[in-house]
């Protein structure tokens, strides 16, 4: 059960890092993007490839496998769980 707890801790904070780069927040969009798109926190679908792509930078050492993880866990709506908030 440790194991699982530092897991979830360490996918939060690479997640929060990325969410609080702007990456994470729709990532970085041409100048003619009219409209801003919003988020959920976390959510991978609908990101611009480029955020996508940087999700890697927010590592910080960790093991690729946390993308992989953070990728099963947004697909299969577990995000909201994992972070402990209410659906």
């Known amino acids: 059960q440790n194991r699982v707890a530092s897991i979830r801790v360490t996918l939060l904070r690479i997640i929060e890092k990325w969410e609080?780069?702007?990456?994470?927040?729709?990532g970085r969009h041409n100048e003619d993007d009219e409209e801003e798109e919003t988020f959920r926190w976390g959510r991978l679908e609908?990101?611009?490839?480029?955020?996508?792509d940087s999700r890697e930078n927010f590592l910080g050492g960790s093991p690729s496998w946390y993308l992989y993880f953070w990728e099963m866990a947004d697909t299969y709506q577990l995000l909201d769980s994992l972070a402990g908030n209410a659906s």
Not at 46 to 52: C, K, T
């Open 20 to 26: 609080q780069s702007g990456q994470g927040d729709g």
């Open 46 to 52: 609908g990101r611009p490839q480029e955020a996508l």
